[in-house]
């Protein structure tokens, strides 16, 4: 299965770490170049200010569209494919992974979160699916309100997103909110970000994008319909997952990830 690794060009360091990373699994990764927020034009920010409740900047905006490249990627490919974020470390049970997703998937348009995040999600109470050694399992995702560095898609669910995506909103938030998908949390999650290791020193200082001003919505009442709208949709999925799942953390082995790179 290809990978997609979104990662600014000037960021060299994080790329070569990909690279070995995807070297040392076998992984066939390709870098898709992200959106610098410094490129972004005042207007282009402000308009998605406008469309979203709270404050932005040019960081989540451009985080928003590289997201969106990528999408426009797989879709165009006809693909089922990974995306990451170059933050992600991978443990060695990424390439099993991928491989019982390919085997196990049968619907179109699922989405797969294979990423740890230190936050509860409200899951379903039994997998959906597990392998023949019940080491690897897929359980449905009720609610997932944090985190977007590493998850799997096909071309339908891409088209999707492209399709119902607004001028903006907040990535993690708009791709796990959608009412047609089918969402699964690959568990013990094979991936996460360098900064729930021993902290984030690959960071290529020298080129950190800068545009830290903040843009609002000019709209209160435009701001506060965005809010009701996401308000519900959150009190939907909390409802449903009380009802038929439990909020718990995702299970993952800290010890399982290579941590040289932070030694």
């Not at 299965?1 to 992984?27: P, T």
């Not at 545009?211 to 009442?221: G, I, L, T």
């Amino acid at each position: 299965m290809k990978i997609y690794v979104i990662s600014l060009e000037n960021y060299r360091d994080r790329q070569k770490f990909q690279q070995e990373q995807a070297m040392a699994f076998g992984l066939d990764i390709e870098i898709v170049s992200a959106i610098d927020a410094n490129s972004i034009s005042e207007k282009k920010l402000q308009d998605a200010a406008n469309n979203w409740s709270r404050p932005i900047n040019a960081k989540d905006v451009a985080c928003f569209l590289s997201h969106k490249k990528t999408w426009e990627i797989i879709h165009d490919k006809g693909e089922r494919a990974l995306i990451i974020e170059d933050d992600i470390v991978f443990n060695q049970q990424i390439v099993e992974v991928l491989n019982h997703i390919s085997l196990n998937t049968t619907k179109l348009g699922e989405i797969y979160d294979l990423e740890y995040v230190p936050r509860k999600h409200i899951l379903a109470k039994f997998p959906k699916w597990e392998s023949n050694t019940s080491k690897i399992s897929a359980t449905k995702i009720y609610q997932n309100k944090n985190g977007l560095g590493c998850y799997c898609l096909d071309h339908i669910a891409a088209s999707k997103l492209l399709k119902e995506q607004v001028n903006y909103a907040m990535v993690d938030a708009y791709v796990w909110t959608r009412k047609w998908a089918n969402y699964l949390q690959i568990e013990p999650a094979p991936a996460i970000q360098m900064i729930y290791l021993n902290g984030d020193s690959i960071a290529d200082q020298l080129h950190k994008q800068s545009n830290d001003q903040f843009y609002m919505n000019r709209s209160k009442v435009s701001a506060k319909y965005i809010s009701i709208k996401k308000l519900t949709i959150s009190l939907k999925q909390m409802l449903k997952g009380f009802c038929f799942g439990t909020s718990r953390q995702i299970k993952y082995d800290n010890n399982s990830f290579n941590k040289k790179y932070y030694d």
